[in-house]
């Protein structure tokens, strides 16, 4: 059973990947690097972005690594419609199948309640403009709640 629901989630995903190969928005790839190179690589962070202003290419992906310059970030992503909210860590890569796996079922879990898609809404954020390197869009409007940096 669990077997089939996860052939089922990756067929899905593909399906959503090659839908959104054809739009002309940025991908949340392209988003999440230009974000965290334009913050100069900060040790922590946290933002939103509008599920409409990007090409959904992180789709099923809950906690992974991200290579960015020398960095590696742990980010974990949730989705809070109409939001996607990444928290950026920087850590040393891990293997973290197990924990991505584990965050898909407490997602999956908390459907029923729409918490999430409230605190998003009321939480308060501001409009950045942002530079995404993309041979369509120029700037891009980027939803985001953002921390300091850390200092150890």
């Not at 002309?24 to 946290?46: D, R």
């Not at 939103?48 to 690594?65: P, T």
């Not at 950045?128 to 409007?141: D, G, Q, R, T, V």
């Amino acid at each position: 059973m669990y077997r089939e629901n996860l052939r089922l989630l990756n067929k899905f995903r593909r399906l959503i990947v090659s839908i959104a190969y054809y739009s002309t928005k940025p991908t949340s790839s392209e988003v999440l690097t230009s974000y965290l190179v334009q913050c100069k690589e900060p040790p922590w962070t946290s933002y939103f972005v509008k599920y409409s202003s990007v090409k959904d290419d992180q789709f099923g992906m809950s906690n992974f690594n991200w290579k960015v310059g020398k960095s590696n970030y742990q980010i974990l992503r949730t989705g809070c419609f109409p939001y996607i909210k990444y928290h950026c860590s920087k850590k040393e890569a891990e293997d973290l199948k197990s924990s991505d796996k584990f965050m898909r079922v407490i997602k999956i879990a908390n459907l029923v309640t729409i918490q999430c898609e409230v605190e998003a809404l009321h939480a308060p954020s501001c409009t950045e403009f942002k530079h995404i390197p993309c041979f369509i869009a120029n700037l891009m409007a980027h939803y985001f709640q953002s921390q300091p940096p850390l200092t150890p």
